[in-house]
């Protein structure tokens, strides 16, 4: 059976994150592991005051208990996470050879990036997709990743 880790944060409402992808790979017949990195109320498009608990401590632990039990994976899928630096390290750690590499550089729609990201993010974004064997941007974000802004993006300053 093929194996993947979905790297992502958990939003209790929303068709986002985890909450989508774990059903959908199960359903293809594929063993999903997560990396949960943070639980939210609700994703962060459309709603203020959202709930957030961080489980970015929990990363490296995780990594380091697979990695000490020798586990392998076929891919590695990672969305919308602000702990780039741990993401960067695990795809160092589990990717190459066999393992596809898989991110959704979820951060933005419809002209502007979501709650909480920054133009510096994207940045740094951009620089974990040139990690990835495979990326899906939507039309932002890949606007925002090579640095070719839409007309529209009047919020996003240089």
């Known amino acids: 059976m093929k194996r993947i ?7 209790c409402l929303g068709k986002c994150s985890l909450t989508v992808a774990l059903p ?12 949960p990195t943070a639980v939210l109320s609700t994703h ?12 970015t401590q929990e990363i490296q632990p995780i990594s380091d208990h ?24 695990f795809f160092d750690r589990f990717g190459g050879g066999d393992t596809l590499v898989y991110a959704d ?15 510096e993010f994207a940045l740094e974004m951009g620089k974990l997709c040139g990690k990835a064997d495979v990326i899906v941007p939507n039309i932002t974000e890949a606007s925002l990743l090579t640095g070719q802004l ?9």
């Not at 839409?150 to 240089?158: A, K, L």
Request: aromatic share 16%; glycine share 10%.
């Open 5 to 11: 880790v979905s790297i992502q944060d958990i939003s």
């Open 24 to 35: 959908i790979i199960s359903a293809m017949g594929v063993e999903t592991c997560v990396v």
């Open 44 to 55: 962060t498009g459309g709603f203020s005051g959202f709930t957030f608990h961080d489980l």
């Open 66 to 89: 697979w990695q000490k039990e020798g586990i392998a994976f076929d891919a590695i899928y990672t969305g919308s996470f602000e702990q780039i630096q741990l993401v960067s390290q």
């Open 105 to 119: 550089p979820a951060m933005a729609d419809n002209g502007v990036l979501y709650t909480g990201f920054t133009p």
């Open 150 to 158: 839409p007309f529209w993006v009047e919020e996003f300053d240089r």
